[in-house]
């Protein structure tokens, strides 16, 4: 099976940056489909962005396209999500997530394996 960590969150003030890192373990993420979920206190979890295996596909949520960029990189089994612009209603627990079809798809219920979530603050 495939395990995920998530890192890179923290606390950040309006209009910084983070990148965000998801670390597998277990078998390789090649053939995998990625994604970045994320959920704040109080709301249902969101879709936020999604890679394909080889990333030739990339989709985003419209409330974080051009300010979110994710990529991979299969060699060290590893998915970053660079977000810039950072506002407070990108507050919200991060979660990466892999799905064994290699698409990159924007429903939670694709996905197979999960993180438990890294913690992104947005404050002045």
């Known amino acids: 099976q495939v395990h995920l960590v998530e890192s890179g969150g923290g606390l950040a003030q309006p209009g910084g940056s983070l990148r965000l890192s998801c670390a597998a373990s277990?078998?390789?993420?090649?053939?995998?489909?990625m994604g970045w979920f994320r959920q704040a206190p109080g709301k249902e979890r969101e879709f936020v962005a999604a890679i394909s295996w080889n990333s030739s596909v990339r989709n985003y949520a419209v409330s974080v396209k051009g300010r979110f960029t994710i990529s991979r990189d299969n060699a060290k089994n590893t998915v970053y999500l660079q977000i810039n612009g950072l506002q407070p209603e990108d507050t919200a627990v991060y979660y990466c997530?892999?799905?064994?079809?290699?698409?990159?798809?924007?429903?939670?219920?694709?996905?197979?394996?999960w993180g438990q979530g890294t913690q992104v603050t947005v404050s002045s």
């Open positions: 277990g078998r390789t993420l090649s053939v995998y489909g």
């Open positions: 997530a892999a799905d064994h079809g290699g698409l990159g798809v924007g429903r939670a219920d694709d996905y197979d394996y």
